[in-house]
């Protein structure tokens, strides 16, 4: 079976303050969306910005500005997040998904603390006002998914428009939640699971951790394919071992921001290519985004 590349271009996560590569204007996140693909992105997993000043945006005009580009540009699945940033509503986080009907769509399967706090600590150059206080009152921050605002998204995004999802779990009872849904005939296969490590308030990025997601989605569900994304610095040491077990990977400055020990990536399409390259030596192929498409049971491109 070949290996599905997933890349994450930006997101809500990392803040523009944290690397000069990290993209926020429409048409830089198009041109790396684009230069991932190039590289062996089979998925692109996107998020919006603001233009103006950086911060996460559900807003139709905003995702706008580099949808077509994209879709222009590159073959790529465009997986469109509706967890969108854990401040917006879920009419904002929405919006653009539903405008747009993608083939797939991110979904996160549980409320949790997400803290950030701890990027604040470092002493840098804040880019825009609002980074520093956004990071530091993460503290706070609870990232609501309740079981209603799963099933909505499920029927909005699924049932009405088609869309297949990446199953976002970040730790143990995502997964239970998930087999809830399935149970109520709400989702059908193929499943595509990602494990998501790594972030304060969710599992660890361990490997043992690992080994505990897998083996307990291969006695919740019959069929499904899985990826696994560390956030930090354990990315790509977390990638070789999905690679080695299996499953399919996920890369990207909304993940991590670093090719290497205090080597900022210059691009996603860098990642890309460092996890190629670590995927073809354990001899493992990489998937086109029609094998991709195929894999996961996708409706096809889609005009934006």
């Known amino acids: 079976m070949k290996i599905v590349i997933s890349c994450a271009i930006t997101g809500s996560i990392?803040?523009?303050?944290?690397?000069?590569?990290?993209?926020f204007a429409p048409q830089d996140i198009a041109a790396q969306a684009i230069g991932a693909a190039q590289a062996g992105a089979?998925?692109?997993?996107?998020?919006?910005?603001?233009?103006?000043?950086?911060?996460?945006?559900?807003?139709?005009?905003?995702?706008?500005?580099?949808?077509?580009?994209?879709?222009?540009?590159?073959?790529?699945?465009?997986?469109?997040?509706?967890?969108?940033?854990?401040?917006?509503?879920l009419e904002e986080r929405l919006a653009a998904p539903m405008a747009f009907a993608?083939?797939?769509?991110?979904?996160?399967?549980?409320?949790?603390?997400?803290?950030l706090y701890p990027m604040a600590a470092?002493?840098?150059?804040?880019?825009?006002?609002?980074e520093e206080p956004f990071l530091r009152g993460t503290d706070d921050l609870v990232f609501k998914n309740t079981p209603r605002d799963i099933e909505g998204v499920l029927r909005i995004m699924g049932a009405e428009r088609g869309a297949r999802f990446e199953f976002e779990?970040?730790?143990?009872?995502?997964?239970?939640?998930?087999?809830?849904?399935?149970?109520?005939?709400?989702?059908?296969?193929?499943?595509?699971?990602?494990?998501?490590?790594?972030?304060?308030?969710?599992?660890?990025?361990?490997?043992?951790?690992l080994v505990h997601m897998k083996a307990t989605a291969e006695r919740l569900f019959d069929r499904f394919e899985w990826?696994?994304?560390?956030?930090?610095?354990?990315?790509?040491?977390?990638?070789?071992m999905a690679a080695a077990m299996g499953g399919h990977v996920?890369?990207?400055?909304?993940?991590?921001?670093?090719?290497?020990?205090?080597?900022?990536?210059?691009s996603n399409a860098e990642q890309v290519a460092k996890v190629r390259g670590i995927v073809?030596?354990?001899?493992r192929a990489v998937a086109t985004p029609d094998e991709a498409r195929a894999l996961l049971g996708l409706k096809g491109r889609v005009a934006f």
């Open 227 to 240: 990826s696994v994304l560390a956030a930090g610095r354990r990315q790509m040491e977390f990638a070789a």
């Open 169 to 209: 779990c970040y730790e143990v009872g995502h997964l239970y939640m998930l087999r809830h849904f399935v149970d109520r005939g709400l989702i059908a296969g193929p499943i595509f699971l990602q494990f998501v490590m790594g972030v304060l308030g969710g599992i660890a990025a361990e490997p043992e951790h």
């Open 42 to 89: 089979a998925v692109l997993h996107l998020h919006a910005r603001d233009p103006l000043d950086g911060r996460p945006s559900g807003a139709v005009d905003h995702w706008r500005g580099f949808l077509p580009t994209i879709a222009a540009g590159c073959d790529a699945v465009v997986n469109m997040t509706t967890g969108g940033s854990a401040v917006m509503t």
């Open 122 to 130: 470092k002493a840098r150059d804040w880019r825009f006002g609002w």
């Open 280 to 283: 073809e030596a354990l001899g």
């Open 14 to 23: 990392h803040t523009p303050s944290m690397s000069p590569w990290l993209p």
């Open 102 to 115: 993608p083939e797939m769509c991110s979904l996160n399967m549980g409320s949790m603390n997400f803290a």
């Open 250 to 266: 996920r890369v990207g400055l909304e993940d991590n921001l670093y090719l290497g020990k205090g080597v900022l990536a210059k």
